[in-house]
């Protein structure tokens, strides 16, 4: 069974993008630091774990899933057997 590259592009998009937001917030509302999270920084172009920094993180986070969704659906296809 072939997956659907896109589908599984947009899916994977929105919930990395999702989670990093989600994430970020409940930091910020829970005063954590977020050490671990913070390091998304450095990957992330302009992150920070900030309000302004959870949207950047959803954006990110968004193109970062949609990217490594499209790749793995497609290298999956690539290696299942045709038949």
């Not at 069974?1 to 896109?6: D, V």
């Not at 899916?11 to 990093?20: F, H, Q």
């Not at 994430?23 to 900030?50: A, M, P, R, V």
Request: aromatic share 18%; proline share 1%.
């Amino acid at each position: 069974m072939k997956l659907n590259a896109k589908a599984l592009a947009l899916t994977s998009g929105i919930l990395w993008g999702l989670a990093v937001f989600i994430i970020t917030i409940w930091l910020l509302i829970s005063g954590s630091e977020g050490h671990t999270i913070s390091l998304l920084g450095k990957f992330y172009i302009g992150y920070c774990l900030s309000w302004g920094g959870a949207f950047i993180g959803l954006i990110w986070g968004f193109v970062d899933g949609l990217i490594c969704g499209f790749i793995f659906a497609w290298l999956y296809n690539l290696f299942i057997p045709k038949g």
